[in-house]
């Protein structure tokens, strides 16, 4: 059995939301954890198990007002449930190819949500460290996970979509 463990520094966990529907706004999550198991010592990550949690409060839009709202109880509802997390129930590899498939929870709601991209390889860095790549993508209805707050515009547009693409560009470190 390997043990992995995500490197922030070479990581960016996003989402992007469309916002009045013409245009879109990315947002992170800074402040992040995940592991992944292998069940070989090896770099055979199919089958692998994958855990991961984001802190609320690292949220960042690059807007100090939005990030607060988001934080509320309007969306995230941060001080009751500060965090999200995500537990994988299979890991595919096939010719570069990653499907990843789990429970998302945010704000005490969990549904299953598939993510798919590529595995960029794996390569041993400069310090000795074994390293692996992964480059994944998915979507979600924010409603299905009671982020419901909407507001219309006075023309009748809506101010923020229900679809939220995530964007997961990460790096683990093979640990000892």
Same mark, same amino acid.
């Given at each position: 059995?390997? #043990?992995? *463990?995500?490197?922030?520094?070479?990581?960016?966990?996003?989402?992007?939301?469309?916002? =009045?529907?013409?245009?879109?706004?990315? $947002?992170?999550? #800074?402040? /992040?954890?995940?592991?992944?198991?292998?069940?070989?010592?090896?770099?055979? /990550?199919?089958? &692998? *198990?994958?855990?991961?949690?984001?802190?609320?409060?690292?949220?960042?839009?690059?807007?100090?007002?939005?990030?607060?709202?988001?934080?509320?109880?309007? @969306?995230?509802? +941060?001080? *009751?449930?500060?965090?999200?997390?995500?537990?994988?129930?299979? =890991?595919?590899?096939?010719?570069?190819?990653?499907?990843?498939?789990?429970? =998302? #929870?945010? *704000?005490? #709601?969990?549904?299953?949500?598939?993510?798919?991209?590529?595995? &960029?390889?794996?390569?041993?860095?400069?310090?000795?460290?074994?390293? +692996?790549? @992964?480059?994944? +993508? &998915?979507?979600?209805?924010?409603?299905?996970?009671?982020?419901?707050?909407? +507001?219309?515009?006075?023309? $009748?547009?809506?101010?923020?979509?229900?679809?939220?693409?995530?964007?997961?560009?990460?790096?683990?470190?093979?640990?000892?």
């Amino acid at each position: 059995m390997s #043990t992995w *463990k995500i490197d922030p520094s070479h990581s960016e966990i996003q989402f992007k939301i469309k916002h =009045l529907m013409i245009s879109t706004v990315t $947002g992170e999550f #800074t402040d /992040f954890d995940s592991t992944l198991e292998c069940a070989s010592e090896g770099e055979d /990550f199919n089958g &692998g *198990k994958v855990n991961f949690t984001a802190k609320i409060d690292s949220i960042n839009t690059k807007n100090e007002q939005r990030d607060g709202h988001l934080k509320s109880a309007d @969306f995230f509802d +941060a001080e *009751k449930y500060p965090e999200i997390s995500f537990t994988s129930s299979s =890991l595919d590899l096939s010719g570069g190819e990653v499907v990843l498939q789990g429970d =998302l #929870t945010i *704000k005490g #709601t969990t549904k299953p949500i598939t993510l798919t991209g590529d595995f &960029g390889g794996v390569v041993v860095d400069g310090y000795g460290q074994t390293k +692996a790549g @992964f480059e994944v +993508a &998915g979507k979600l209805n924010r409603q299905d996970y009671g982020l419901t707050w909407s +507001a219309v515009t006075e023309a $009748g547009g809506v101010v923020v979509s229900d679809d939220v693409k995530l964007l997961l560009n990460v790096q683990f470190v093979k640990q000892a």
